[in-house]
């Protein structure tokens, strides 16, 4: 019986093997781990600082994943490697830098210890993004962030150990704070203040749900036929970013927002004077015209579906209520 059938219960101690491992403990490792945990498996999350879950079926280790040698022996005995670090900025030099080196020592040590290796990743790569993105849609884009992306998409299918890409929309949910729809969208909306947004407020947008995400990410390390593939995470019809503050104005029982946005060209024109401001600049596309993810295909074949988003809008401002208290 393999370790995704069983659910008995044991820690995860510094001398006993965890069939799985997670990288990272931002919004989606936390919630690779959690979910797996909260299904009597044991996991071993590794961050530079050892946090993570806290639960009996975690073990937390602070750990760098750049090291070869070290991560070896963290990954032996796993079963699945959910590779879930972010790069220390969101800049294209930061990623270029730190990111494919990662990718590269976590493939090594996985395919050591036979681990398939399961990746979120994001819409970056899709080189016709005016149409909805499906599976089966080209992923070539060049230059800057979206170019890094294409560059690790073709490293995993390069690699000789099992990969698995999940690809999800810009994320909400618990835990996430750096997105558009993360802080700088609830903080507003939950002290009944308007809103700013980039581009248009009221564009289609698909945003994903960071547990469905990460519920896609695992039922793909459970089956052979899912890997050495790239998929989508469950992800609800497109909303505008309008919406989406609406919807968590009504979860919080708070007054329906006003909603403004900054349009592309200004970004653009401070971007001249702040680097942060041209990093975010460079996707401006994704807010200037419908930005469209299609799941259907990776639904269908995950045996999964969206939370409905009444229902993830109301755990996410539960999250946020948390925070506060």
């Given at each position: 019986?393999?370790?995704?059938?069983?659910?008995?219960?044991?820690?995860?101690?510094?001398?006993?093997?965890?069939?799985?491992?997670?990288?990272?403990?931002?919004?989606?490792?936390?919630?690779?781990?959690?979910?797996?945990?909260?299904?009597?498996?044991?996991?071993?999350?590794?961050?530079?600082?050892?946090?993570?879950?806290?639960?009996?079926?975690?073990?937390?280790?602070?750990?760098?994943?750049?090291?070869?040698a070290l991560l070896r022996g963290f990954v032996d005995?796993?079963?699945?490697?959910?590779?879930?670090?972010?790069?220390?900025?969101?800049?294209?030099?930061?990623?270029?830098?730190?990111?494919?080196?990662?990718?590269?020592?976590?493939?090594?040590?996985?395919?050591?210890?036979?681990?398939?290796?399961?990746?979120?990743?994001?819409?970056?790569?899709?080189?016709?993004?005016?149409?909805?993105?499906?599976?089966?849609?080209?992923?070539?884009?060049?230059?800057?962030?979206?170019?890094?992306?294409t560059a690790l998409l073709e490293a995993r299918a390069?690699?000789?150990?099992?990969?698995?890409?999940?690809?999800?929309?810009?994320f909400f949910g618990p835990r996430v704070r750096g997105?558009?729809?993360?802080?700088?969208?609830?903080?507003?909306?939950?002290?009944?203040?308007?809103?700013?947004?980039?581009?248009?407020?009221?564009?289609?947008?698909?945003?994903?749900?960071?547990?469905?995400?990460?519920?896609?990410?695992?039922?793909?390390?459970?089956?052979?036929?899912?890997?050495?593939?790239?998929?989508?995470?469950?992800?609800?019809?497109?909303?505008?970013?309008?919406?989406?503050?609406?919807?968590?104005?009504?979860?919080?029982?708070?007054?329906?927002?006003?909603?403004?946005?900054?349009?592309?060209?200004?970004?653009?024109?401070?971007?001249?004077?702040?680097?942060?401001?041209?990093?975010?600049?460079?996707?401006?596309?994704?807010?200037?015209?419908?930005?469209?993810?299609?799941?259907?295909?990776?639904?269908?074949?995950?045996?999964?579906?969206?939370?409905?988003?009444?229902?993830?809008?109301?755990?996410?401002?539960?999250?946020?209520?948390?925070?506060?208290?």
């Amino acid at each position: 019986m393999s370790a995704f059938e069983s659910s008995r219960p044991g820690t995860a101690g510094p001398g006993e093997l965890a069939p799985y491992v997670v990288t990272g403990a931002g919004p989606v490792g936390w919630a690779v781990a959690e979910q797996l945990a909260g299904n009597g498996h044991r996991v071993r999350v590794l961050t530079r600082s050892g946090s993570g879950p806290d639960h009996p079926l975690v073990e937390r280790r602070a750990a760098d994943v750049s090291d070869p040698a070290l991560l070896r022996g963290f990954v032996d005995g796993a079963e699945a490697v959910f590779h879930c670090i972010h790069a220390s900025k969101y800049s294209a030099a930061a990623w270029e830098r730190e990111l494919p080196g990662a990718e590269q020592c976590v493939l090594a040590a996985a395919g050591a210890a036979g681990a398939v290796v399961v990746f979120p990743e994001s819409l970056y790569s899709y080189s016709e993004p005016g149409r909805p993105m499906r599976e089966a849609g080209p992923r070539e884009a060049q230059g800057g962030k979206r170019g890094i992306r294409t560059a690790l998409l073709e490293a995993r299918a390069a690699s000789a150990t099992d990969t698995v890409s999940v690809v999800a929309s810009d994320f909400f949910g618990p835990r996430v704070r750096g997105a558009h729809a993360g802080e700088r969208m609830l903080r507003p909306v939950l002290a009944g203040k308007s809103l700013v947004v980039i581009g248009s407020a009221d564009l289609p947008h698909s945003f994903t749900y960071v547990p469905d995400l990460a519920a896609a990410m695992i039922r793909a390390a459970r089956d052979r036929a899912l890997w050495n593939r790239v998929w989508h995470a469950p992800t609800g019809p497109a909303l505008s970013q309008r919406h989406m503050a609406e919807a968590f104005a009504a979860a919080a029982g708070a007054r329906k927002p006003r909603v403004s946005a900054v349009p592309g060209w200004a970004l653009r024109a401070m971007g001249v004077f702040s680097p942060g401001t041209r990093e975010l600049a460079e996707t401006l596309y994704q807010f200037e015209q419908p930005f469209v993810m299609d799941s259907g295909a990776s639904m269908a074949a995950l045996g999964l579906q969206p939370t409905p988003l009444k229902e993830a809008a109301a755990a996410t401002v539960a999250w946020w209520g948390d925070q506060a208290q």
